[in-house]
């Protein structure tokens, strides 16, 4: 009877932990989503739902799902590449915000 019992205390605790984790991911992602949406609004690369900062040949449309052919207008770019469409959660992890990028001090 007793490991009847130690078992529910046992599931109890997991879906307890299941719970608390999915609130800590929805609010990394929420905080990601906001971050990001106020660098998307300043960033001189986010141009027409894309990232204007990478330029992909066209075959990585095949490998990453993110990558889908340039609808820049004035992109400099070779014909037939793509481009990252843009998400708040690309746009928080980029390497060119300010607060991402890294001096060589810092690396020291």
Do not use: V
Request: aromatic share 8%; with cysteine; glycine share 6%.
């Amino acid at each position: 009877m007793k490991t009847l019992e130690e078992l529910e205390e046992r599931l109890e605790m997991l879906e307890k932990h299941e719970f608390e984790d999915t609130l800590t991911l929805i609010e990394i992602m929420s905080t990601m989503t906001f971050f990001g949406g106020l660098k998307t609004k300043k960033c001189k690369y986010a141009k027409e739902g894309q990232c204007g900062l990478f330029f992909l040949e066209s075959d990585a449309k095949k490998k990453t799902p993110i990558a889908t052919d340039c609808r820049i207008g004035d992109c400099e770019g070779e014909l037939g590449h793509c481009h990252l469409e843009l998400s708040n959660l690309t746009c928080a992890f980029c390497p060119e915000w300010p607060p991402n990028q890294h001096t060589k001090r810092d690396s020291e």
